[in-house]
């Protein structure tokens, strides 16, 4: 016998646990067809006797068909008949609603549910309250917002919007769908007052938003432009700024790029020095990167060959220091640049590319 003693279980008191055992065994008697929570299926309404349910066709011989659950083929095969017989009801409005809360991201429902509300002429007011409650739970389906700008767009008022929008972004700054609905909402309804600094408060909060960085791109490109001197000064020096705060920053150099790049990166007076000057204190790849564009901008736009040489040296340098040390990762990609700006700027001896090779060590004396 082993060492164990057996341990009966404790008897269950039906009583103070609220069983009814005899409730339980009646559990054969449970009608199956209706689910638990108090939803009754459409085929057993009385009040949709009357409509002929249109199952999914799947086709002869379905690959891999989907195990939907019993409430969701019930609604969805009503949702077809629906559709069938372009019936505009109140009964029809109602049932979109179960749709949607099976599937949020059925088009086909949602372009129905719109159908209806301008059939039936439905308050605009409570479906924004609708789509509100839905894209808060759901923020990230692209069905939601574009529903929500239709609603906007019927109601013509986009007065919640940018304050709705915020909320959302408040919970994930980087929701694509959001900026997208902002931006459209923006655009349509010409908001652009504040916006500015509302981008500002999210870089200040996380410098390294890149949505943040796209959307002051998307404002100032389609208000004042870059042409300004002024303009561009002030976001120059803006950018270089936040670069300090997080040199690391990719966004942050991208737009700095983004904003120079349609009139030459060594355009700017006086960026190079400043870029130059960065590097001692703030290096990075991308900062080392982005002076081997201003350099090559440089060569590109030269008009005579003196200094060009040199100019070619350093950018040659600076691709070997990203290969060997500051992006080694990309080390193959780099030497690729070097080499193609060595093949256009270059005398064409290749004894004046830099090697890539790693060093040989020291012999040995056994070696000597």
Same mark, same amino acid.
Request: net charge negative; charged share 30%; glycine share 4%.
């Given at each position: ?22 409730? $339980?065994? #009646? ?17 057993? #309404? ?6 002929? %349910?249109? %199952? ?14 019993? #409430? ?8 077809? +008949? ?9 009964? +029809? ?10 599937? +949020? ?6 372009? @129905? ?14 479906? $924004? ?20 700008? $239709? ?56 410098? #390294? ?45 991208? @737009? ?28 990075? %790849? ?26 070619? !040296? ?8 990203? !290969? ?43 070696? +000597?």
């Amino acid at each position: 016998m082993s060492g164990l003693e057996e341990i009966s279980p404790p008897a269950l008191d039906t009583q103070e646990d609220g069983l009814n055992v005899e409730s $339980m065994d #009646r559990g054969s008697e449970i009608d199956y067809d209706e689910p638990l929570g108090g939803y009754v299926f459409y085929r057993n #309404r009385k009040e949709w006797a009357d409509l002929e %349910p249109v %199952p999914q066709d799947d086709g002869p011989n379905p690959v891999v068909k989907i195990a939907y659950s019993d #409430r969701f083929t019930d609604v969805y095969d009503y949702f077809r +008949a629906l559709l069938k017989n372009n019936e505009k009801s109140e009964r +029809a409005f109602a049932l979109t609603a179960d749709a949607i809360d099976l599937n +949020a991201a059925n088009y086909t429902v949602w372009h @129905y549910r719109r159908v209806l509300i301008q059939a039936l002429e439905k308050d605009l007011r409570e479906e $924004m309250n609708y789509i509100t409650n839905i894209i808060e739970d759901q923020p990230k389906n692209y069905q939601v917002w574009h529903h929500r700008r $239709m609603i906007v767009e019927w109601l013509k008022d986009p007065s919640e919007e940018l304050e709705f929008i915020a909320d959302i972004l408040s919970q994930d700054s980087k929701n694509y769908h959001a900026w997208q609905h902002r931006q459209w909402v923006i655009q349509e309804y010409k908001l652009w007052d504040g916006e500015l600094e509302y981008v500002e408060q999210l870089l200040e909060e996380d410098v #390294r938003n890149n949505s943040a960085w796209n959307q002051r791109h998307f404002v100032i490109s389609r208000t004042t432009g870059y042409t300004d001197p002024a303009v561009l000064d002030r976001e120059v020096q803006y950018t270089l700024i936040q670069i300090k705060k997080a040199p690391h920053n990719e966004s942050a150099w991208n @737009y700095l790029k983004g904003i120079l790049q349609d009139r030459g990166l060594g355009s700017y007076p006086g960026l190079l020095e400043q870029v130059q000057g960065l590097k001692e204190t703030h290096c990075s %790849p991308y900062l080392i990167g982005f002076l081997v564009d201003m350099y090559e901008d440089i060569l590109e736009n030269a008009n005579t060959e003196q200094g060009q040489e040199q100019t070619l !040296a350093k950018a040659l340098e600076l691709c070997e220091l990203l !290969a060997q040390e500051k992006d080694s990762i990309r080390r193959e990609y780099w030497r690729y640049v070097a080499r193609s700006l060595q093949c256009k700027y270059g005398s064409g001896d290749a004894s004046t590319d830099h090697p890539t090779a790693e060093p040989q060590a020291e012999p040995t004396p056994s070696d +000597a």
